[in-house]
């Protein structure tokens, strides 16, 4: 099978105190380049998500949200910092005597000083957030995947499909191309007659300019290697993977050769077929940007 570079995945899990929902989505980039957002609370776990994710995503752009709820109260907690209630006591005693004051100190007074009191968060069980997290993150992982997977075949029909174009084009050329040359060598030797009139056409000469129009037009080689391209790129397609950056270098190889062609020949039917072939390869080259 092959995949697209574009996907999109999401998984909630919800338990009695807590939910985490994880969002990805992916467009094409030539390596693999993760972005995460998630509460600070979870940054503890970056390094575990991007191994985890690496085990589903060989390329693209991904960007990954997490969002995590906590219902519960008893993750916070009273903290009552003894030592500086104390000093605020010998202050305020301190103050007392130096302005003649009455030495009301209570409780009441001591709960409005700065940090005597104040509220934490208790720690986390990482065990466990890790695992629903975990969870969650496969979940949407194999939902990306599954999208990435039904977009890769629909890519793979349409570029074989176009294979199948591109090398109807090669075999109309390859037709084509013998009979340029007995053409050339017609015209020619009408034109010397012409030229001649009654005089003798030198066979010998006519062969020699034929042999090296026929040279300089010849694009067997060319035909050769781009249907040996195409037809590595349809096994190619067939037989799956991380086929993309393979593939891309292949298309620009069937391009090189189509220019080829088409800067030699003077034909006007092939120089047509050789755009055809261009354009289709340009198209097979958009299309394997989304490919894996």
Known sequence: MIKSMTGFGRCEIQETDRKITVEMKSVNHRYLDISIKMPKKLNFFETAIRNELKNYIQRGKVDLFIAYEDYTESNLCVKYNKELAAEYVDYLKQMAQDFSLADDVGVSTLCRCPEVLTMEEQSLDEEKLWSLLERAIRGAAEGFVETR???????????????????????????????IIAEYRQKL????????????VDETRLLMEVTIYADRVCVDEELVRLRSHIETTRHTLLSGGGIGRKLDFIAQEMNREANTILSKTGDLEIA?????????????????????
Do not use: C, H, Y
């Open 149 to 179: 997977i039904k977009e890769g075949e629909n890519l793979r029909r349409d570029l074989l499909e176009k294979l199948d174009g591109m090398l109807a084009n090669v075999e109309f050329i390859t037709q084509r191309s013998p009979q």
């Open 189 to 200: 030797e009408g034109k010397v007659r012409e030229l001649l009139a009654d005089a003798k």
């Open 272 to 292: 047509d077929r050789a755009i055809d072939l261009k354009t289709e390869i340009e198209k097979v080259r958009e299309q394997i940007q989304n490919i894996e």
